[in-house]
């Protein structure tokens, strides 16, 4: 039987027998390389900081000027006091003031917006943000550590409790993760020594991006979910190559030396190994357009991982298996099921018997998962991100609650005039704005000078300027918002920030052509995320579909094959998508009802949708490989299916159980995106895999190997004829 091999497999047979005669070399340059990538990924939680949800756009530009030219806050933490006297909060602030860690504290005793008589909260002001904001949440939390009913929360305070929670969460998933992971390879190999050689290059590859990350983070700002979902994303798919390569190299070791079955499983597993990390790293390159730091952060490391995945499945791996040589079947603890294939094959064989029942049952099944996906609610997370055990979050919603601050959001308004707005033409001109804004339904106050003077006309203004005991009062609140020819006002509307009306609001104001406005605040930082998302998602989607599709049709030579491959996995992540809904937004198995992340859909879609070709590549690439000396698209079916079908499940389990890990975890989003990789990846090897792939090969025929253009593998029955008698 002569091995297809193609031409991607003559283009690595320099390569190969470079890394069967430098192994050792090889060898010795991953431990150094590990252990300085070990010094710099140990470094890696403390450059972490912010969720990462930053784009470089107009409300950032606002919140810098006010901060800069009209004296308000670039930083501010708040302290809850729940069941404390007036005495204990007094007490408690004068302790933190002698810290000189504030620029201003403003205490619940002088500001009754502030205050009830159970629950009070004061604020923190920091006129400059903190280089080093974690120790400043460590150093005021261990000024009342031991006080029951006093609380920290905030920004600073929300991201320092999600950046220690990422690292528990981290070794909680990998706990669950990897003995499961441990005990699918035994399953895979049937012995110790294989079964550890994929951990080996599976830890070397994470520890390695980590520490490329770690040198990345000293300049640049990376953001606390890069530190779970880099290495979920780099265990699972180094595993996976890791056990793609180790199962063909074992095949081929059958038949073969060592050093020939080293050479043939570059060939043929690496040039697999290659496509699919190339589909992964389209999905991830995709995600750069959309100019938001997370997405960008997670693409930049999820495309190190994936380069580091494929670079030390093609170099450590083999270099590993050539030390071990016949070690490789050392520490055997269950037998070599030969007839496991024969299983399988009687599957296959069940399933092309009855393609079109089968594509309809899997059909069906996944259009019911999809129904969920239309009632999806998407939004940015906060302070739900971290779970309800954690006091920063209980004690911020009870404050949220018991002041209504969840019912209303604050808008700064920045309006700019040629000749500014100290004169008679400007003093009316602010006037006219503010009657607009006032005038809004969903606008609950406007502070201006008039508002906050209540003094009602440009005129009786001016009059009162010219009163020096008057003027003395009133030019303080002039100065404090103007400056040359800016005004501030600052909105306050009849909507939380994260709400659709709300971001509605200052999409229309931002658009006006009355006046030249700059606009900042809540509402303005969640619009500017999703039109960010919304103006990119149509040409992120393109790159990875029309990439994907040009990348299988070099692969397999088929106009068919990439087309069936694209519109199944939409189908499947559109299933996926929906099953998220019914979990966490439903709420069940445990959860309360709740909203998926922003990123979830984007972030899910990108990964997946390379990840799931990886098995694609796997599967087809044997089917070809049939087909390219049978040309009997039954038996080239049949057979690929028996012959991955094991591996292919298995490394389908280990990416499930590693991504599924994170279900236990608390930091919600990355929770999301643990499940959904992982429910994905479980409709992709068992309905579409296993299911859908085999019935339409079948139903499709030898029209699957079909190419109008260039030379494909479709023969018509007279060649297949005269191709035997040859």
Not at 234 to 240: E, K, M, P, R, V
Not at 365 to 391: G, K
Request: net charge negative.
């Amino acid at each position: 039987m002569t091995q297809y091999i193609g031409k991607g497999g003559t283009t690595l047979l320099p390569f190969a027998k470079f890394v069967t005669t430098s192994y050792k070399w090889i060898l010795a340059f991953w431990l150094v390389f590990f252990g300085i990538m070990t010094y710099f990924a140990i470094q890696l939680p403390g450059l972490l900081a912010g969720d990462g949800f930053r784009v470089d756009g107009e409300h950032e530009k606002v919140m810098k000027i006010i901060s800069e030219d009209f004296g308000l806050p670039a930083e501010s933490l708040l302290i809850v006091f729940d069941g404390k006297t007036d005495a204990e909060i007094d007490a408690t602030l004068e302790r933190l003031d002698t810290l000189h860690i504030a620029s201003e504290i403003v205490s619940p005793l002088a500001e009754d917006a502030q205050y009830t008589n159970d629950l009070s909260y004061a604020l923190l002001h920091f006129n400059e943000a903190p280089d080093n904001m974690p120790q400043v949440v460590s150093d005021i939390r261990a000024s009342f550590a031991k006080e029951e009913g006093i609380v920290l929360t905030g920004g600073g305070a929300f991201e320092h409790d999600v950046n220690q929670a990422s690292q528990r969460d981290l070794m909680t998933a990998e706990a669950i993760g990897l003995p499961i992971a441990i005990i699918v390879l035994l399953f895979a190999f049937g012995t110790i020594v294989a079964s550890f050689v994929p951990l080996i290059v599976g830890i070397g590859t994470v520890v390695s991006t980590l520490g490329v990350m770690g040198i990345l983070g000293n300049q640049v700002e990376l953001s606390i979910f890069v530190l779970n979902i880099v290495p979920m994303l780099g265990l699972a798919l180094s595993i996976d190559f890791a056990l793609l390569f180790i199962s063909r190299y074992r095949e081929e070791l059958k038949k073969q030396s060592i050093v020939d079955s080293i050479i043939m499983t570059i060939r043929t597993a690496g040039r697999s190994i290659i496509f699919s990390a190339i589909c992964v790293f389209i999905g991830l390159g995709a995600m750069l357009l959309i100019r938001v730091d997370i997405f960008m952060n997670i693409a930049v490391g999820g495309m190190i991982v994936v380069g580091m995945a494929v670079i030390s499945s093609l170099t450590l791996l083999p270099a590993v298996l050539l030390v071990l040589g016949e070690r490789i079947h050392k520490g055997r603890l269950l037998k070599d099921h030969t007839e496991d294939a024969n299983g399988w094959r009687k599957f296959a064989n069940g399933v092309i018997k009855r393609p079109v029942t089968i594509a309809l049952v899997a059909f069906v099944l996944l259009a019911i998962a999809v129904i969920p996906v239309r009632n999806m609610e998407l939004t940015i997370p906060q302070i739900d991100s971290l779970p309800e055990s954690f006091d920063t979050r209980t004690a911020f919603e009870k404050m949220q609650e018991t002041f209504e601050l969840d019912a209303e959001s604050t808008v700064y308004i920045l309006a700019e005039r040629e000749g500014g707005w100290k004169t008679t033409e400007g003093l009316n001109a602010m006037k006219t704005l503010q009657d607009q804004l006032t005038e809004d339904s969903l606008v609950k106050d406007v502070s201006t000078i008039f508002t906050l003077s209540g003094i009602e006309t440009p005129a009786e203004w001016e009059n009162r300027l010219k009163v020096p005991p008057l003027y003395d009062q009133l030019n303080p609140l002039l100065k404090e918002l103007t400056d040359t020819n800016r005004l501030l006002i600052p909105v306050t509307l009849r909507a939380a920030g994260s709400s659709n009306e709300a971001q509605d609001w200052v999409r229309d104001w931002s658009a006006t052509a009355d006046w030249n406005l700059l606009i900042g605040g809540e509402p303005r930082f969640n619009q500017e995320i999703f039109d960010e998302i919304a103006d990119h998602i149509v040409y992120v989607l393109l790159i990875i579909v029309v990439s994907t599709f040009f990348i299988l049709l070099v692969a397999f030579r088929s106009l068919i094959i990439p087309i069936k491959a694209i519109l199944m996995n939409i189908l499947g992540l559109s299933a996926t998508f929906g099953i998220l809904v019914y979990i966490f937004q439903y709420g069940h198995f445990g959860l309360h009802p709740g909203t998926v992340a922003l990123i979830i859909p984007v972030i899910v879609f990108s990964l997946v949708f390379g990840l799931s070709m990886d098995y694609e590549v796997f599967l087809i690439s044997r089917m070809q490989e049939e087909f390219s000396y049978s040309f009997d698209n039954d038996k080239s079916t049949v057979e690929g299916l028996a012959t991955t079908s094991k591996v292919i499940t298995s490394a389908a389990l280990i990416m499930i159980v590693l991504t599924g890990a994170f279900a236990f975890t608390d930091v919600m989003p990355v929770k999301q995106i643990g499940v959904g990789i992982a429910v994905a990846v479980a409709i992709d090897a068992t309905i579409i895999r296993l299911l859908l792939v085999p019935s339409l090969m079948k139903l499709f025929g030898k029209w699957n190997w079909w190419l109008p253009f260039g030379k494909g593998l479709y023969r018509s029955n007279s060649q297949i004829s005269r191709g035997r008698e040859e």
